[in-house]
């Protein structure tokens, strides 16, 4: 049978509200799914373990015996998202600054460990070539992520001269994306909790047939159904604010990846970038 992952996915928009409840804290655990009892599950989604029972059946599984096993055949796989991820669940009332510190790296080298993990090379390679091939590459973040969508039209933009970066204000992404259409490919960010503009931008921008790939936390994310490609990059962190270190590992992975493709034309781009910030004399090496 299917990938339980994938099944979930697929019908996630026919459940009702107690079983999409269950759905997505399956998506976001699929650890937990293939070794904690039914009970203990069912207590945690705050539902009865009957209706456990009737998302196995849903999912077309004889009983949740059966569907705890296909998630016990995913991870040992190791195509469960959520086994590679450790969940940070310390807290720090009382205890020194240094302990902070070296949870606060853990969870950094952990994302990012299960970012690259997940990586997919076809995927990069997807997007690279994308990105030659589009007419524009439009680079979607808002809310708090507004940046990132600057920082990597600014860098890509030395080499690659097609990236748009959007970024939500005082004009609605919607409306900003306006002329997309088949030609054009989108990467957005987005990651808990998630800006509904975004969501509404990627939903037009996927209706007009643009190419889409999403940089986003966790398989759950309203984002991924939308997408031709999902880039996971964890943001587990015990900060109050989820770690982006790993976003900004995919931004250069993706970055440098549909740079190495590139023709004479980018190499002479950086030359030429090069040359004018020596002559401008703001630069120091």
């Not at 909790?193 to 921008?205: C, D, G």
Request: charged share 20%; proline share 4%.
């Amino acid at each position: 049978m299917e990938n339980p992952t994938e099944l979930i996915h697929d019908r996630l928009s026919d459940l009702s509200k107690k079983l999409t409840q269950v759905a997505r804290f399956a998506l976001d655990n699929p650890d937990r799914m293939a070794f904690d009892s039914m009970r203990a599950i069912a207590s945690d989604c705050d539902v009865s373990p009957a209706t456990m029972q009737r998302l196995a059946k849903a999912l077309g599984y004889d009983g949740y015996a059966a569907l705890r096993s296909a998630y016990q055949a995913s991870i040992s796989a190791n195509t469960g998202f959520g086994a590679r991820v450790g969940r940070l669940r310390n807290s720090f009332g009382g205890t020194s600054s240094s302990e902070l510190i070296r949870e606060l790296t853990q969870s950094v080298q952990c994302n990012l460990a299960t970012a690259a993990d997940l990586l997919d090379a076809e995927a990069i390679d997807a997007f690279a070539k994308s990105v030659h091939r589009s007419r524009y590459t439009y680079l979607l973040a808002s809310g708090s992520l507004y940046w990132l969508s600057g920082l990597m039209e600014v860098t890509g933009s030395m080499a690659l001269p097609n990236f748009v970066a959007l970024h939500g204000g005082l004009v609605d992404l919607t409306e900003r994306l306006a002329v997309i259409d088949e030609s054009d490919s989108l990467l957005v960010f987005s990651v808990s909790p998630y800006s509904l503009q975004t969501i509404r931008a990627v939903e037009y921008a996927h209706s007009k047939g643009a190419q889409i790939f999403t940089v986003t936390d966790r398989p759950s994310s309203p984002l991924v159904p939308y997408a031709d490609t999902v880039f996971y990059a964890p943001t587990t962190s015990p900060h109050y604010y989820p770690s982006l270190v790993s976003v900004l590992f995919m931004i250069e992975t993706l970055l440098a990846t549909a740079a190495s493709v590139g023709d004479e034309r980018s190499d002479g781009r950086l030359r030429e970038i090069e040359k004018i910030r020596g002559n401008s004399g703001l630069y120091l090496d």
